[in-house]
């Protein structure tokens, strides 16, 4: 119910409402091909230019929708975390469910657009979710950190939302990880998406051979910060209502 109230408010009184999903991403595609392939003259892999910058977007987009909207998720709740006792993770996690239904309307339109370009996928396509859950990990973690941290500190958001527009440039979303200079792979590579998301492209298309090192670097911080995240949550937990 906390989900789809979440889908209803976020697009009520909008003129596009639920479109917006979909423009979104469209939009920031056209832009990067644009960018990335007229412009730069970038390769992507033997894929068609379009169809690899949207599918990094919308992958991307679940990671930085569930760091932005999980880290805002308690403070844009003050009544109820102040005056109802309940467990407050509910409240991130029906922002996460709400997420993934913004995502699955991407991916539908993806698969439109593979259809239309005869992009068809292979086997690897069994393993999507798996990388999908890896994005979400990642992301639902980084959120919980700061959502309970912008209970105390709202500066915490803020920096959150900039943290995650910067990271947008350092991904493999609008660009191949092999165009990444090999001075910079080292630096590049301490991102943990850019395993998951190459591995989400991977599963796709059936891009190049995935890369064994940052796949590894990528599953070990979800299933580090996933526990270690929940751990921190519920000791901040305690003192919520106190300082909202």
Do not use: C
Request: hydrophobic share 55%; no cysteine; glycine share 8%.
């Amino acid at each position: 119910m906390l989900a789809v109230r979440d889908l209803k408010l976020r697009y009520r009184q909008t003129a596009l409402g639920v479109t917006w999903v979909v423009l979104g991403p469209l939009l920031s595609a056209g832009i990067f091909t644009f960018v990335f392939s007229r412009v730069a003259k970038l390769q992507s892999e033997g894929i068609p230019y379009f169809l690899f910058a949207f599918s990094g977007t919308i992958a991307f987009g679940v990671f930085n929708n569930l760091v932005t909207r999980v880290s805002s998720s308690l403070t844009g709740n003050v009544p109820l975390v102040s005056k109802v006792y309940f467990h407050r993770l509910v409240l991130p996690l029906a922002t996460a469910l709400s997420t993934l239904v913004d995502f699955g309307v991407g991916a539908a339109l993806l698969a439109i657009v593979m259809v239309q370009d005869r992009s068809a996928p292979g086997l690897a396509l069994l393993t999507l979710p798996l990388w999908l859950l890896l994005i979400v990990t990642i992301g639902l973690a980084a959120g919980l950190v700061a959502g309970a941290a912008t209970v105390r500190y709202r500066d915490v958001g803020v920096v959150a939302q900039l943290l995650v527009q910067m990271l947008l440039y350092v991904s493999p979303v609008a660009y191949s990880a092999s165009a990444v200079p090999r001075s910079a792979k080292l630096f590049f590579e301490l991102n943990p998406l850019v395993g998951a998301l190459g591995g989400f492209r991977w599963a796709l298309f059936g891009t190049r051979p995935l890369q064994a090192g940052p796949v590894a670097y990528s599953a070990v911080v979800g299933v580090v910060s996933m526990p270690l995240s929940l751990y921190l949550f519920r000791r901040i937990e305690r003192v919520f209502a106190d300082v909202i």
